[in-house]
C-alpha cells in the first residue's frame, strides 16, 4: 500500500537546499529547521552543520554556533570553511586570539580565500596588532582588488596605526568601487 507520507520523504540535501533559499530570504528561523531535519537524516551532513552554525552566528547565538563548527571540524579537520566561521564566531565573542588561531588554519587550508584575511585582520586590528592586520588586509585586496569593504578596513586600521594620508587613499578607493559606508566613517579625516 502506498502511503502519502512517501511523498514528503526528503533527502539531506534537499533539506538544505530548501534552508539556502529560506537563508537568501532571511528566513533564518526555517531555515534552522530544514537544516535540523537534514542533521537528523543524515548525522554526518558536515555542511549542515557549518551551515547551520552560520544561521546561528546571525542570530548572535556564537556559542551554539561554536558547537556546530566544532562538530564540522571533528567530521573533517581540513573543513578551512568552518575553521572560518568559528573564527568570526570566537571574533563577535571577543576571543581574539582563539578567532587568530582559527583564521591562520583557515588560510593555511585555503590561502585563496580573502574573507579569512579580512577576518584575521579584524581580530589583529582589534589587539592593536596594526602592522600584522594591514598585511592581512594587503592580501585580503589582492586576492579581490574590487571588495570596496576591504578598503575601508585597511584604511581605518591605517588610520588607527597612525598613516591618515594611507588611510584616505583607501577610503577614496573604496568610495570610487561605490561604497559610500567610507564617505561616512572617514570624511573628518579626510576632508581636502
Known amino acids: 500500500m502506498f502511503c502519502a507520507t512517501q511523498l514528503l520523504a526528503q533527502t539531506p540535501e534537499e533539506y538544505y537546499k530548501k534552508a539556502e533559499s529560506k537563508a537568501g530570504l532571511q528566513n533564518f528561523r526555517g531555515a534552522l529547521d530544514d537544516l535540523n531535519k537534514a542533521i537528523e537524516i543524515d548525522p554526518r ?7 547551520r552554525g552560520y544561521l546561528k552566528d546571525e ?3 556564537y556559542y551554539g554556533a561554536l558547537q556546530d ?3 564540522a571540524i571533528a567530521l573533517k579537520s581540513d573543513y578551512s570553511d568552518a ?3 568559528r573564527g568570526r564566531a570566537k571574533r563577535k565573542l ?6 587568530i ?3 591562520t588554519t583557515a588560510i593555511e587550508l585555503n590561502p585563496k580565500e580573502k574573507e ?4 584575521r585582520g579584524l581580530a589583529l586590528k582589534e589587539v592593536h596588532d596594526y602592522d600584522k592586520a594591514i598585511k592581512d588586509l594587503d592580501q585580503a585586496v589582492k586576492l579581490d582588488p574590487n571588495y570596496a569593504k576591504t578598503y575601508t578596513l585597511r584604511g581605518e586600521v591605517k588610520y588607527l596605526n597612525g598613516d591618515t594620508d594611507g588611510a584616505c587613499d583607501d577610503i577614496e578607493k573604496a568610495q570610487k568601487l561605490g561604497y559610500m559606508v567610507a564617505l561616512v566613517s572617514f570624511s573628518e579625516y579626510c576632508e581636502d
Open 45 to 51: 551532513f558536515i555542511k549542515a552543520f557549518n551551515f
Open 59 to 61: 542570530l548572535d547565538d
Open 69 to 71: 563548527y566544532n562538530i
Open 83 to 85: 575553521y572560518a566561521n
Open 94 to 99: 571577543q576571543d581574539f586570539s582563539g578567532a
Open 101 to 103: 588561531n582559527d583564521y
Open 116 to 119: 579569512s584575511y579580512l577576518g
